[in-house]
């Protein structure tokens, strides 16, 4: 598999989960007891700040733009992290994966295990964000909390609600489960002159 594959399916996947979110707004009759536009601001993570503010009982607001404002900040955020990504790894992303994850004495491993962990935890995200659109008072949040582990001391710590910390927050602490547990870098072979050349 290639880097820049997996790079940009785990970017299509985001697009596709805010689009289907934001259809669904503009499609679903508005109910006083849900809502597509906090999964939406949930998606848009901590860029929703823009539009919800911080405080304990600020929302996005309802209707089809606050929606549309929460979807154009989460696909841009999709957007520039994918450039990031493809910057920050402009060596290796023509490259099969194992050039990324070669470097590290447990990186194969620890890079499935942690890619593993950061889709399981997305993808329960979204089905806790379809639940709270579609059920007044769901409960289906409090499922996330052992996925999420260190991150949930966050919910309890801050004053207000972080959006994006159950959608995102398994995958970031992914990417530190990556880069504390893949071990040290392996020094690069150098290729040895065949003896027989002549």
Do not use: K
């Given at each position: 598999m290639r880097l820049r594959t997996l790079i940009t399916a785990a970017a299509g996947f985001h697009a596709?989960?805010?689009l289907a979110f934001l259809t669904a707004a503009a499609l679903v009759e508005p109910s006083p007891d849900a809502s597509f536009t906090g999964p939406l601001a949930e998606l848009a993570g901590p860029a929703s700040m823009l539009v919800i503010g911080v405080g304990p009982d600020d929302g996005p607001g309802e209707g089809?733009?606050?929606?549309?404002?929460?979807?154009?900040?989460?696909?841009t955020?999709?957007?520039l992290l994918w450039t990031l990504l493809?910057?920050?790894l402009r060596d290796l992303w023509n490259g099969p994966l194992s050039g990324l994850t070669g470097r590290f004495?447990?990186?194969p491993v620890i890079f499935w295990l942690a890619t593993a962990y950061g889709t399981l935890t997305f993808a329960a995200a979204?089905?806790?964000?379809l639940s709270y659109a579609t059920e007044s008072g769901s409960m289906a949040g409090i499922w996330m909390m052992p996925l999420l582990g260190p991150a949930t001391i966050l919910w309890f710590a801050l004053p207000f609600t972080l959006p994006g910390l159950m959608t995102l927050g398994g995958p970031v602490q992914a990417w530190v489960f990556w880069r504390?547990?893949?071990g040290r870098r392996v020094p690069a072979v150098a290729a040895v002159?065949?003896?027989?050349a002549g």
């Amino acid at each position: 598999m290639r880097l820049r594959t997996l790079i940009t399916a785990a970017a299509g996947f985001h697009a596709s989960a805010v689009l289907a979110f934001l259809t669904a707004a503009a499609l679903v009759e508005p109910s006083p007891d849900a809502s597509f536009t906090g999964p939406l601001a949930e998606l848009a993570g901590p860029a929703s700040m823009l539009v919800i503010g911080v405080g304990p009982d600020d929302g996005p607001g309802e209707g089809i733009l606050p929606a549309l404002v929460c979807a154009a900040l989460a696909l841009t955020q999709a957007a520039l992290l994918w450039t990031l990504l493809r910057w920050r790894l402009r060596d290796l992303w023509n490259g099969p994966l194992s050039g990324l994850t070669g470097r590290f004495r447990n990186g194969p491993v620890i890079f499935w295990l942690a890619t593993a962990y950061g889709t399981l935890t997305f993808a329960a995200a979204l089905l806790v964000d379809l639940s709270y659109a579609t059920e007044s008072g769901s409960m289906a949040g409090i499922w996330m909390m052992p996925l999420l582990g260190p991150a949930t001391i966050l919910w309890f710590a801050l004053p207000f609600t972080l959006p994006g910390l159950m959608t995102l927050g398994g995958p970031v602490q992914a990417w530190v489960f990556w880069r504390l547990l893949r071990g040290r870098r392996v020094p690069a072979v150098a290729a040895v002159p065949d003896a027989t050349a002549g």
